[in-house]
């Protein structure tokens, strides 16, 4: 896989004749030699440029004027030449390639010289980072190509002598008929509480043979700065979080370079984009199943200390730091749906915040006596606090939680007889350690 080394002009070697001097002759004789020796130095010109056509035409032109000065007299001069780099670039795939595989099929490499620059850029104008070894013998690009896109490619080289030769090609990605979507759960432009944990779900299994080839190429930002690293749950969701909770305030942005991404055997991601999001201010709630209370705090100071009703001793709530994913005025809630059988069935449970998958919320509870709240626990395995149904009273203890509270924000559960809940049963993340987050 070679093509063609391209030259600049600048270096392509010409010499031009020039006239020799001497004396007049006189007679036809005379003039019939000169004539011919004018000829001998054409074709002597000719045949000693440096190949290429142009060349020789040109070197043919300067011929044809020392046969004209020779037989005027003309003043002798040295034949210059401009000399060419012997370092050969080769670019794959070859100029003009189409269907070309987005993943490890361009490469640059250079034969007796050192590569000095590669130049890799999309017809958007989007650059290409890549790799140059350290003795500048090849480059490769640093990630996937995108599908279905043309690209340019420039790279420059030099020989021993310092001499620079540059090779242009282009090339077109081929597009693939099988791809694999991430759908994520941040909203360009929302906020999110502290504990927030990026999610991305894909509609099909990434084989673990590619597994790291997506990872890399699915990135969370922030400012200020901070790791942010992710984990892999099964073979379809992986999860992005800093060590320690957000700082408040933090402007992050996800960045999905899945496109021309081999996920699995001949299947691709499509997606290109960034979602930025933003960090709201600091809160995090601890909901005691021991004192019946749900405390919130705000910077890490207490904010506000509200009764509670946690689950019962057949129910009991999960322990463990549990994320607020979502936030519904009202839902309705049916034992069915979460595996209790026809234990209730309630309708238009007011202020509902989702904890976990299975069905674990914080919510407002209309049903029990406000005495039952800070004093027993009466509940399925929910976070209960007191309201009304409908949850049309502002003043109530679940309504202020939940005008009080965004997604992303942390609630967690201690002293429950109750394990912790798994990491990947919401957005749970937090209940590993770094070092189990970061091991695969």
């Known amino acids: 896989m070679s093509s063609a080394r391209a030259v600049d002009a600048s270096n392509d ?8 001097g001497g004396g007049r002759r006189s007679g036809t004789r005379q003039a019939l030699v000169a004539l011919a020796a004018g000829s001998l130095l054409l074709v002597a010109t000719a045949c000693s440029s440096n190949g290429g056509s142009s060349t020789a035409v040109g070197a043919a032109a300067g011929g044809a004027a020392s046969a004209s000065a020779g037989a005027g007299g003309g003043s002798a001069s040295t034949p210059s030449a401009s000399p060419n780099s012997a370092a050969v670039v080769t670019i794959s795939p070859k100029n003009d390639s189409t269907g070309v595989d987005t993943n490890g099929a361009l490469k640059v490499t250079v034969a007796t010289g050192k590569l000095t620059t590669v130049k890799v850029a999309a017809s958007d104008g989007t650059a290409i980072t890549g790799t140059l070894a350290t003795d500048g013998s090849n480059w490769t690009p640093a990630s996937a190509l995108r599908s279905g896109t043309k690209y340019s490619v420039d790279a420059t080289a030099v020989d021993s002598n310092g001499l620079s030769v540059t090779e242009r090609s282009s090339f077109t990605t081929m597009t693939p008929s099988n791809t694999n979507i991430g759908n994520f759960n941040v909203d360009a432009g929302a906020t999110y509480g502290v504990g927030m944990e990026v999610s991305i ?21 922030a400012s200020p700065a901070v790791d942010v690293e992710g984990h892999w749950f099964g073979d379809q969701r992986l999860d992005l979080r800093p060590q320690s909770y957000w700082k408040a305030g933090t402007k992050a942005t996800l960045h999905m ?3 021309g991404v081999e996920t699995g055997s001949g299947v691709y991601g499509k997606q290109y984009k960034d979602v930025s999001f933003t960090i709201g201010r600091s809160q995090t709630s601890v909901a005691d199943n021991t004192a019946h ?22 129910h009991t709530t999960y322990n463990g730091k549990m994320v607020i994913t979502e936030k519904d005025p009202t839902v309705d809630m049916d034992s069915q749906t979460v595996g209790l059988g026809n234990a209730y069935n309630i309708k238009d449970v ?19 006596p406000v ?11 929910c976070v209960g606090l007191h309201d009304v149904q409908g949850g049309g009273d502002s003043t109530t203890p679940a309504a202020w939680f939940y005008d009080n509270s965004m997604v992303g924000d942390v609630v967690q ?4 007889p109750d394990k912790i809940v798994q990491p990947d049963n919401g957005l749970n993340g937090w209940n590993m350690s770094w070092s189990a987050w970061t091991s695969n």
């Open 293 to 314: 209370t749900l405390k919130v705090y705000r910077n890490g100071a207490l904010y506000r200390n509200i009764p509670a009703s946690l689950g019962d001793p057949d």
């Open 201 to 221: 779900t894909f509609t099909h299994p990434v084989s673990s043979t590619y597994r790291a080839a997506v990872a890399k190429a699915i990135s969370v930002t």
């Open 13 to 20: 070697r010409e010499r031009r004749g020039r006239g020799t």
């Open 413 to 416: 559960v201690v002293n429950s």
């Open 350 to 368: 007011p202020h509902a915040m989702r904890l976990t998958t299975s069905g674990t919320f914080v919510h407002g509870n209309y049903w029990r």
């Open 257 to 259: 370079d899945l496109d």
């Open 371 to 381: 005495s039952t709240f800070g004093s027993e626990n009466t509940s399925h395995g």
